[in-house]
C-alpha cells in the first residue's frame, strides 16, 4: 500500500469512528465544538475532496470553488444555527445588522464571544474570508476556519485553528464580527 491509500484508509476509519461509535459532534449544539472535528481535513486537489465537496453542494456553489463561508454554513446547518440565517458561498452574505465593527472590538467598545463568526473583507471588493471565534481578546485571538492554510499562504488547503489578529498589513482585513444564535 502507498501512503496515499494508507491516508485514505485512516481517514475513512477516522470518521467511521466519529459518526457511528462516538457521541456526535453535531449534538454539541455550538460552532467551535463541531467545527473542530473537521480541523485536519485537506483539499484532494485545489478547492476539492470529499468534505469540501459536500460543503459546496449545501451552498450551491460549483467545485472547485473557494469554501470557506460553504465550511461555515456546514457548520450552522449542522447546530441549526438561527442567526445568522444566512447558508451562503459568499463571506460578506454573513454581515447583517447585529454584527459589530471590528474598529469597535480593537478599542474595547465591543466583545467578541466564542462561536461567534469572524469576516474578512478585501478593499472595498465582495471578496472575503469567514471563521469561527474560538475566543477573542480585544485585538486577537483564535478561530477554526476554512480554505485556509498554515501560515500566512494566501490559498488554503483544509481546516485549520489559527491565530489571528484585527491590525493586519496585508490587502485582507477583519472588518466584522457576527453573533451567533442557537435554536433550542
Not at 472575503?128 to 475566543?135: A, D, R, W
Not at 483564535?142 to 492554510?149: L, S
Request: with cysteine.
Amino acid at each position: 500500500m502507498n501512503s496515499r491509500t494508507i491516508t485514505l484508509l485512516m481517514r475513512y476509519f477516522w470518521w467511521l469512528l466519529l459518526f457511528f461509535f462516538l457521541p456526535s459532534p453535531l449534538l454539541l449544539g455550538r460552532l467551535v465544538d463541531t467545527a473542530q472535528h473537521y480541523v485536519g481535513i485537506k483539499e484532494e486537489g485545489q478547492n476539492r475532496g470529499y468534505w469540501i465537496e459536500k460543503f459546496q453542494r449545501l451552498v450551491g456553489i460549483p467545485k472547485g470553488s473557494p469554501w470557506c463561508a460553504a465550511f461555515v454554513s456546514w457548520v450552522l446547518e449542522q447546530n441549526k444555527c438561527k442567526n445568522p440565517t444566512t447558508r451562503s458561498g459568499v463571506a460578506l452574505k454573513f454581515v447583517n445588522k447585529q454584527s459589530v465593527k471590528a474598529k469597535e472590538v480593537a478599542k474595547g467598545y465591543k466583545k467578541v464571544g466564542r462561536n461567534w463568526l469572524v469576516i474578512w473583507k478585501r478593499g472595498n471588493s465582495y471578496k472575503g474570508h469567514i471563521g469561527i471565534v474560538v475566543n477573542w481578546g480585544k485585538i486577537s485571538g483564535e478561530t477554526i476556519e476554512g480554505n485556509t492554510g498554515n501560515g500566512d499562504i494566501r490559498e488554503g488547503d483544509g481546516i485549520y485553528r489559527k491565530k489571528r489578529d484585527i491590525i493586519s498589513t496585508q490587502s485582507f482585513k477583519i472588518e466584522y464580527f457576527t453573533p451567533t444564535e442557537f435554536s433550542k
